[in-house]
């Protein structure tokens, strides 16, 4: 059984550019959802994706979206890059229930 | 809306010595419950959760954790903490909403542990 993966693990941008994060998520599970953990900080909800579609979104603006595929994998975009998007950002894949998450190790990236 | 407290932003306990984390959550439903534990640098690795049934819930690596209802907390506990315990400690309160569902993560908790 394969847990999930994100790739890349760090990353640098500059403020106003665009970002691709992406997530693998564990087999068997059609579910993914997306958290930013700022520094010293709990994760926060972005958004989750069933069925290559999005049922749920956090308090998160517009710039911040997102693709499931077929094979449930997931992709998180981020337009417009601004100072404050500098977090983890981790994915977690799950079997459309809340206790079935499995988070992978996540995504460094910073915004200078 | 639901959310979570964890009072504690940094505790240091003796290597061998017993450890008790606090969290108190707001929700208006029964919860799911959640603590998972976070190494620098890494992802979150679930310790134990709450469904339903017994209130005291064992988990991995020794943990347990005691839901009261009364005091809307759940607090994880361990008698005697090893050093590879040092990390962050995240308490979560996890909904569900039809085919939606999310967790809601307290600040966290730093351990330390002294040897």
């Known amino acids: 059984e394969t847990g999930v993966t994100q790739s890349p693990t760090h990353l640098i941008k500059t403020r106003g550019q665009q970002v691709t994060l992406r997530c693998s998520s564990q087999?068997?599970?059609?579910?993914v959802s997306w958290y930013q953990q700022a520094l010293g900080q709990g994760p926060q909800f972005i958004f989750q994706y069933y069925r290559e579609e999005e049922n749920g979104r956090g308090n998160f603006p517009p710039r911040f979206s997102g693709l499931q595929f077929p094979n449930y994998s997931s992709e998180l975009n981020v337009n417009a890059l601004e100072l404050d998007d500098s977090a983890l950002y981790l994915c977690?894949?799950?079997?459309?229930?809340?206790?079935?998450?499995?988070f992978g190790s996540g995504t460094r990236l910073t915004v200078v | 809306a639901q959310s979570v407290t964890q009072p504690d932003i940094h505790i240091t306990v003796s290597e061998g010595a017993s450890l008790e984390l606090r969290c108190n959550y707001s929700?208006?439903?029964?919860?799911?419950l959640f603590w998972y534990v976070q190494s620098p640098g890494q992802g979150l690795q679930l310790l134990l959760k709450y469904f339903s049934g017994d209130t005291l819930v064992q988990g991995i690596k020794g943990f347990e954790a005691e839901f009261k209802r009364s005091q809307s907390s759940f607090n994880l506990r361990k008698p005697s903490v090893h050093w590879s315990d040092a990390a962050e400690y995240f308490c979560?309160?996890?909904?569900?909403?039809?085919?939606?569902?999310?967790?809601?993560f307290g600040t966290g908790t730093r351990l330390q542990v002294t040897l």
């Open positions: 979560a309160v996890g909904i569900n909403t039809g085919t939606a569902s999310k967790l809601t």
């Open positions: 929700y208006g439903a029964t919860p799911y």
């Open positions: 977690a894949s799950s079997s459309t229930s809340v206790g079935g998450y499995t």
């Open positions: 087999s068997g599970h059609n579910t």
